[in-house]
């Protein structure tokens, strides 16, 4: 147990479906990230917040939607998903600062048919 | 934007070789950090380094820091077969003070 959790671990969607991906840490952190493990692309960083700003958006399809409300609640929003999204997304936590290390959650598996 | 490069990809072994994997960055570091993922797991911190030319050891693991703080090496002494999982570098860019930029990861199998 990393103290970064994330719900639900297995998600399988349809393409008009929407759902939620959750993370959620109480390990004081107020860096967080969202990142997409697949085979052909191994942690992909999506989108990163520090201090509940985003400051960071790879390039990232507009069907995913981050939200950060507080520092310690992170989501990430599904909309008309794509087969090709079907993937494991990790969320992670750290402090701010150099050096400080990375925090994951055990995933989510999402399935998109 | 930075990136991290790290070879190989892939790695099969029999058991009691050694094992090395490597990590090149496009700038200079402030730390490196690596992490192991275990097949159907979460990448897991293994260690830090910061200082240029560092050295850290964790048993049969030897983690190398380049002197140019752009480079790092991962050496795995005698594997065994709970060595298995992919190993993932990751670098903080000098001036980040939280963004880390990780490598692809190299898979390692090891063979009984």
């Known amino acids: 147990e990393t103290g970064v959790t994330q719900t639900p671990r297995h998600l399988v969607m349809g393409m008009t479906n929407k759902k939620s991906l959750k993370c959620e840490q109480h390990?004081?952190?107020?860096?967080m990230y969202w990142y997409k493990q697949s085979a052909k692309k191994p942690l992909e960083l999506m989108f990163v917040?520090?201090?509940?700003?985003?400051?960071e958006n790879n390039s990232v399809p507009s069907r995913f939607s981050p939200e950060c409300p507080n520092s310690s609640h992170l989501f990430l929003h599904l909309h008309t998903l794509q087969p090709e999204d079907s993937a494991l997304y990790l969320c992670?936590?750290?402090?701010?600062?150099?050096?400080?290390?990375?925090?994951f959650g055990q995933g989510t598996r999402l399935t998109v048919v | 934007g930075q990136q991290v490069m790290q070879i190989p990809q892939y790695q099969h072994v029999q058991e009691g070789e050694d094992f090395t994997t490597y990590c090149n960055s496009s700038?200079?570091?402030?730390?490196i950090q690596w992490y192991k993922q275990r097949p159907g797991g979460h990448p897991v911190f293994l260690i830090q380094?910061?200082?240029?030319?560092e050295v850290k050891k964790q048993k049969r693991l030897t983690f190398q820091f380049g002197e140019a703080k752009k480079n790092s090496s991962l050496h795995i002494t005698a594997t065994q077969t709970t060595d298995v999982g992919t190993y993932f570098c990751?670098?903080?860019?000098?001036?980040?003070?939280?963004?880390?930029?990780f490598g692809k990861g190299t898979l390692l199998t090891v063979n009984p």
């Open positions: 992670a936590s750290s402090l701010t600062g150099v050096g400080t290390e990375a925090f």
């Open positions: 390990l004081g952190h107020n860096a």
């Open positions: 917040y520090n201090f509940k700003e985003q400051t």
């Open positions: 990751a670098g903080q860019e000098t001036g980040s003070n939280y963004k880390l930029t």
């Open positions: 380094l910061v200082k240029s030319g």
């Open positions: 700038t200079t570091l402030s730390n």
